[in-house]
């Protein structure tokens, strides 16, 4: 057996609750990498060769089973050509900001209901993009298509040297969006959001409902129902964040079905899936009580992982290494406590090694105690 096929076999034994050999990890570290390398934002995230050769140092320095990030976000040269970046990079504070505001104002929700594909190319991408909007507009855009070309053939240069040199499996076949994110993350922002899920609730179902039957979302289930392509690990993945606004009954209206469909899938074709969780799940857990042994995966942000494990004692948790401890305390204070996870989160298995939060910044970690926590779980067998 290869060593990308004895990843994947132990990641999703880990998941089933089987005995494994060692803990597998999984690397949740995003601009964190930069700063690793000894470099700052700016440099990094407009030179994609110098991107590259961080992204590359990196497992060759700390060899996860698995990585969340391999430098496919932030295409900031894209956003640039038309004037439409939203990013925000401070050098001197080493932080990367995002700023949220309303694309679609709260009287154009007909719009959106109506035709959503119109909708996004008429009025939201001039909107958001401001060199669309003015004489050049063709150049401009003709301009951003050839930056994301490049952008593409870089994330395409880390993927194949990942896979065929490394041997690192790719991670989720189908990723299906859940509609409110669309809405959340994209269209309307996270206040706004907020403030028309109370105050025009059925607006916001329809345009759910209309995002749902747009194509790419069509083309995710489409995905579902295949078998897993053999270098993945997981056959359905859903990403949450808009979550973090609801109560429970209303993540039952936007969030369950998606995840209820996705699981159906998995279950019945005997795949696995994830739940990749920004913020906090616990609240919700009363949903997935149902979910058999074995199937699926959650990767928390926020949570208290051991409270996790006690309401969730069938589902796989992928997470738990606080930053607070990585970027603070001593390489064995750090495997003390990923010890802890180990005998007290994945005792009887289920547990796969990641940190707590997407790891943006210099001080989330310190790299001594990163490697100390990758060779404990190379070498913990319990």
């Known amino acids: 057996m290869d060593k990308m096929q004895e990843r994947i076999k132990l990641i999703q034994d880990t998941v089933a609750f089987k005995k494994t050999s060692r803990i597998p990890t999984f690397s949740n570290y995003w601009t964190y990498m930069i700063f690793d390398a000894g470099h700052k934002l700016g440099e990094a995230l407009y030179d994609y060769d110098l991107l590259y050769d ?19 976000r932030n295409p900031m040269r894209v956003s640039d050509a038309v004037e439409g970046n939203r990013y925000l990079i401070d050098d001197e504070m080493g932080s990367l900001s995002y700023v949220d505001y309303p694309l679609m104002q709260e009287d154009e929700y007909p719009q959106l209901i109506e035709d959503p594909r119109k909708f996004y190319w008429s009025v939201l991408l001039p909107r958001k993009n401001k060199a669309l909007r003015e004489p050049g507009a063709f150049d401009a855009f003709a301009k951003s298509f050839a930056e994301l070309e490049v952008y593409n053939a870089f994330v395409a240069r880390v993927d194949k040297t ?33 403030i028309d ?41 859903v990403g949450m964040l808009s979550h973090s606004i609801l109560n ?55 949570d208290d992982v051991f409270e996790l494990r006690r ?10 290494l606080k930053s607070s401890i990585l970027g603070v305390y001593s390489a064995q204070a750090c ?45 913990y067998t319990g």
């Open 248 to 302: 429970p009954k209303q993540f039952g209206k936007f969030f369950w079905p998606t995840i209820k469909n996705v699981y159906d899938e998995c279950e019945k074709q005997g795949k696995p899936m994830m739940l990749f969780s920004e913020a906090q799940c616990t609240t919700f857990t009363d949903y997935f009580q149902d979910f058999k042994k074995g199937v699926v995966v959650i990767q928390p942000e926020q």
């Open 162 to 194: 990942y896979t065929e040199e490394f041997e690192i499996p790719q991670r989720n076949a189908a990723m299906v969006p859940i509609p409110l994110e669309t809405l959340f993350n994209y269209i309307r922002g996270i206040k706004a959001t907020a």
């Open 197 to 237: 899920i109370r105050r025009r609730p059925e607006q916001v179902d329809a345009a759910c409902e209309a995002i749902a039957k747009y194509a790419n979302v069509q083309a995710a289930y489409e995905r579902l129902a295949q078998p897993i392509p053999p270098n993945y690990i997981f056959g359905g993945h």
């Open 54 to 72: 961080i992204i590359i140092k990196f497992h060759l320095k700390y060899e996860f089973d698995s990585y969340i990030y391999k430098g496919a």
């Open 311 to 320: 309401r969730l004692p069938g589902v796989a948790i992928a997470g738990g």
């Open 335 to 379: 495997v003390d406590y990923a010890k802890k996870l180990v005998n007290e989160v994945g005792a009887d298995g289920g547990l796969i090694m990641n940190t707590d939060k997407m790891m943006s910044y210099a001080n989330d970690a310190k790299s001594e105690n990163i490697l100390a926590v990758q060779e404990f779980c190379r070498s």
